[in-house]
């Protein structure tokens, strides 16, 4: 027990800070894997599962797609931890700022092979698919005037 109470002390805790300082909104935004296609037809097929991070009232809220949020604290600059406390397998959330002061990547502490970049507004999930739709709905639309016009000739329907 010596060893793991000198090592391991009771009194050192990962829990986050009630206020650090530094403004969370910079950490807040849609980040994506970095690990997939980027230019082959591929990234259409499988796109990157894209993750949210917001600002809550006290905390970043942490949400991966289709699951709850949960809530994390700064534990040091650019560091984030469970607020509950509550370890996790991925461990804190580590977030890199370049030298003009934006945060560009995110990576797990336990996990650092899977990092994340931040995508810009028009590379996300929601605009994509709405870009998508309405391009799809175009498409249709181009492909039904013909036939519509060949049926009205056909059967003599009149305006």
């Known amino acids: 027990m010596k060893f793991v109470d000198r090592f391991y002390p009771a009194s050192a805790s990962t829990a986050p800070a009630k206020d650090s300082g530094t403004p969370a909104g910079k950490y807040t935004g849609t980040y994506q894997p970095t690990r997939h296609n980027y230019q082959t037809f591929e990234f259409y097929l499988t796109p990157p599962g894209q993750i949210r991070i917001e600002q809550g009232e006290k905390a970043l809220l942490f949400t991966p797609s289709g699951s709850p949020p949960s809530e994390y604290g700064e534990v040091a600059p650019g560091v ?23 945060i560009d990547f995110l990576c797990f502490e336990n996990l650092p092979i899977f990092a ?11 605009f994509t698919d709405g870009v998508k739709n309405t391009g799809l709905a175009i498409l249709l639309t181009v492909f039904v005037w013909p036939i519509m016009a060949v049926s009205r000739r056909v059967y003599g329907a009149t305006r």
């Open 80 to 102: 984030f931890a469970q607020s509950s406390g509550q370890l996790t397998s991925y461990g804190n959330l580590v977030f890199r700022e370049d030298e003009q002061g934006t």
């Open 116 to 126: 994340f970049e931040r995508v810009a507004w028009f590379a996300t999930d929601p």
